[in-house]
């Protein structure tokens, strides 16, 4: 039996490499019994990416990893269960079409008297108990695909908690959830390690850490910058570590000056998703929309591109903008980027040149029908120099290009249509610091060209650096507005967080 | 005191939380419309000769395919090949009775169900492997199974021949399809052996889908197959296993089938899996599988039966018949899509 205090896990000079990129480059990170490690990283730094190791999903890393004082290779999900180690996914693992208590013990069900037979009246009874234990609101028979993104996130807790977990891996919990959730949760943690369980702790929320960790590692660009232990670190020198740079040497000075309304939106409503959003556009300007995961400000940017049916009323540059749609928007001038790269961003398989030039096919083919190779060459040429991006080869096929070079040709792709109005989601989600700041000086260039930005993203220091305002959403509604510049990080998450005080 | 509100929601819910009501009832109310105008306006449409010994027996050998479909499609897979593995079936279900000939006829017989099961598992493993532990897709491999299923029957029939049953046991095969029970002890309430197979094989099926821990995991891999792999489950036996479930009822509708023409033809069953595919669609099990179910499965079998009988007494033409089959399945999907609105226009998952 472990004492507190033993080193439970030692990961050593772990690798993980996908297609051309390396995600895992030597990491060390080791455990011990009835300690919360926290491990931190910007976006794309590898955290998940190494907690996916130990959760045995991928066959292929290279490197040593030794567990309870046995050496371990981790090949699949099975194996890891079995050795005690429980994972709480970032992606929600959660089945929609079973129930809470069918989801808590998926893999775990109880038989029955008759070998292979499940007993579901048992199956209910555990379920319950993992949720007294846990003092999570839920019910067993509830059927999951109806619950809150935060509910959903509880399901997935009370699923990897079993009894004979010794190891729980925590992979950014607090991202979608509400302050009381996660008060609560940080007990359901410290809980568990009073009883002798090592967690590993997710995050890339500096601010909580101090509240939970014993000791923090961090991550950048898929190395390993240090460890320490958490009583002897400021937030600042994290967040340098993190970064490789103080935050402020990130984000280009302000030199854009919002001008003339460009886009006006008001009482944008779908039913259960958002209500009432009304707000103005100025050319020049980037408008920061700050929320939750979960809270609506996805589906906002979508309903306003055209992406997502909507009431309400858009007016781009005085005239009113009916019947929107991707392609209507796109031909006014309105585009956006999307939140997931790999599923509405990339065509995957086609070239960085056909990426680059897929919004703008019309006019770099011939009487708008045969495509123009050198013209669509041309285009990409130009913006592989203008964004920088890496390697500048157009023939290359996309896949095979850091995600943060795929942002970059995604990004590519608007420009190529000069749009007046850009909505960005999450536009620095996967990608390395580097980039970001590129990213950042981009932005900053295009608002003072005079387009109109919309900025919605995680990292509120991203909104209080680079938005002139940001509007906050709740569950689904605008709360409150802020100015950009001189907002606190805090302030405008605990605005994203608080109830009743709209 | 939520266990309490809990409680009765479940007590409603019955065997699973199904999203697929909607489709579910109103292809019951359909059918139930269908079935009155039927009685009133044909003589011989609600008597118990036409609904049982036409209907139902018909019914019977599609549906014991349509419960391992079934299985295969709530798990998020797709079986092309049902029909040439019947045929594969049955011929290697002659064979053997050929074989077999001047043994005792119900040794020849038993041997013969045995045989002709172990080749539906074979040919269902045969799909199962390629989809599960290859990872091809299932329309890909059981399309090409289909073609490699249909050669196989071909070159065991010798070309194309049709084979037959030895006379010695021609009466007692011919029982398993024309043979008849009385139910109760009435003389008047007959039904026929095919029927009562398809009842056992439902059952079974029925207690595997929802009382093993292997039904359960099929609506798993069904509802997110990488959230189940995280969670240990072995992703992949469970939806090979489905595959070759289908293969043996496959096997069974062989038997039936075989009973009734006492030959067996490499050319049959051509479109049998059009028919079974479609019930199970027109009963709400979707495309990618995680919901659905058996019941869903039988209403939509009987939906498609009653219109097949109903199509030549209401005096539609051979040519036009087609036409009236595909509208029905796309009728009854689109207004569950448009009802439960998860049509093109509401695109975020």
New interface residues.
Partial sequence: MMKPGDTILRMEGIVKTFQAVRALDGVDFDLRAGEIHALVGENGAGKSTLMNVL?G?FADYGGRIALFGRDVRLTN??QA??LGIG?I?QEL???????VG?NIL????P??LVP???DRRALRARA?GILDELAF???????V?PLSHAKQCLVEIA?AIRKDVRLLVFDEPTASLGADDVERLFEVIRGLKARGIGIVYISHRLAELPLIADRVTVLRDGKMVGTRPMADCRISDLSHMMLGRPLTEMFPPKRNTPGETILKVEGLSRPGMFHDITFELRAGEILGIAGLVGSGRT?IA?AVFG???AAGRCTLEGRVFARRSPRRSMAHGIGMMQEDRKRDGIITGSSVALNVGASVLDRLSAMGVFLDPRRIRANARRMIDRLGIRPPDPARAIQTLSGGNQQKVVLGRWLSRDPKVLILDEPTQGIDVGTKAQMYRLMMDLAAAGKGIILISSEFFELVNLADRILVIRDGRIVREMPGPGTDVDALFAACVRKGDS | MTRDLGAPKSAKRGWRPSFQTVQALSVVGLLAAICIVASVRSATFFSWQNLVYNVLTNAAYLGIIACGMTLVMVAGGFDLSVGSTTTVCSVAAVLTLQAMAGQPVWLAIAVAVAVTTATGVMLGAVNGTSVAYVGVNPFVTTLSTMLIFRGIGLILAHGGQTLSVPLAFKSVVGRIYWGKVSLFGVAEYQVTIPILIFVGVFAVSLYLLHLTRFGHYVYAVGGNENASWLAGINTSLVKAATYAICGVTCALAAVIYTGMSNTAQASSYGGLELVVIASVIVGGTPLGGGSGGLFFTLIGLLLLSVIENLLPQFGVQEEYRNIVRGLIILIVVAVDVLVRGSGKKARRT
């Fill in positions: 959760a999903r999900p099975r269960l079995a994972v996914y693992s959660v089945l929609g079409n079973l129930t069918e998926l893999g775990h069900e038989g029955g292979g037979t499940l319950q609101d839920l019910s067993v028979d509830e059927p695909a699923h589906e979508r992406a997502e049916r």
